[in-house]
């Protein structure tokens, strides 16, 4: 059978849109979004998880990282998975997780996205994003890192992900692209989520006062307002050019 043939792209389209919508079906039949944001249980489970993880370390890490790469393949949006990974796993074991699984995951998704969806991603963005098409095909790998530490120039990441299908860039220099480019910004989110942690673990009732003054909860906020600056300075320089 050959792989490039039209109907055979429309069969494994159609059926990774039905893992999609499955998928997001039974996140959220299973999941509510309320209990991810709750305070108390997240302190209550805080001792069960941290356990788990110190006895259960690879298992964790590697159900994590296969989780992760499934997420990005369904289009799901990164600070969840970094707050997460920085909750449970700290700042730096945390942030090699985070971006591996990131890169690999949104690896795939490019790939799958240029082999069997080229068409509609060129038909559905290729008009809005033209601008960047120039700077992509100057120097591919610096443009596309830039691109990532900028986050996209405020474009959901799901479609940041798909993004460079218009423009046919290297499968090594999207992936190269994201490991270093994400990095940093991917970092402070992590960090934050770390931060997280070490706040619950003090056990103090939370106030916005006490939060936002804490140095492992502030410290990566300033950071990140830092990436976000750097961000538009960046994408005034490299991507706002006629």
């Not at 059926?15 to 299973?30: A, D, Q, R, T, W």
Request: net charge positive.
């Amino acid at each position: 059978m050959n792989f490039s043939s039209t109907k055979l792209k429309l069969i494994i389209g159609a059926l990774y849109l039905l893992v999609l919508f499955v998928g997001l079906y039974f996140l959220f039949s299973f999941i509510d979004l309320r209990d991810l944001t709750s305070y108390e249980l997240i302190r209550s489970n805080q001792d069960t998880i941290i356990q788990y993880k110190n006895n259960n370390l690879l298992f964790l890490t590697l159900s994590f990282f296969i989780f992760s790469v499934i997420w990005y393949l369904l289009l799901g949006f990164a600070s969840p998975i970094l707050i997460f990974s920085g909750f449970v796993f700290g700042k730096w074991f945390g942030i090699l997780i985070a971006l591996l699984s990131a890169t690999f995951g949104t690896t795939l998704l490019y790939l799958l996205a240029k082999l069997f969806f080229a068409d509609l991603v060129k038909q559905k963005l290729e008009k809005k994003f033209s601008n960047f098409k120039n700077s992509f095909q100057k120097k591919e790998l610096f443009y596309f890192s830039v691109f990532r530490f900028m986050g996209g120039g405020g474009i959901p990441f799901g479609i940041q992900n798909i993004l460079p299908v218009i423009f046919n860039i290297s499968t090594k220099n999207y992936f190269l692209g994201t490991l270093l480019g994400c990095g940093p910004p991917m970092f402070v989110t992590v960090a934050l989520g770390a931060g997280i942690e070490n706040f619950i673990e003090k056990n103090e009732e939370p106030s916005f006062f006490k939060i936002i003054t804490y140095p492992d909860i502030y410290l990566p906020i300033i950071g990140f307002l830092v990436v976000a600056i750097l961000g538009i300075i960046l994408k005034k320089i490299f991507f706002n050019k006629k």
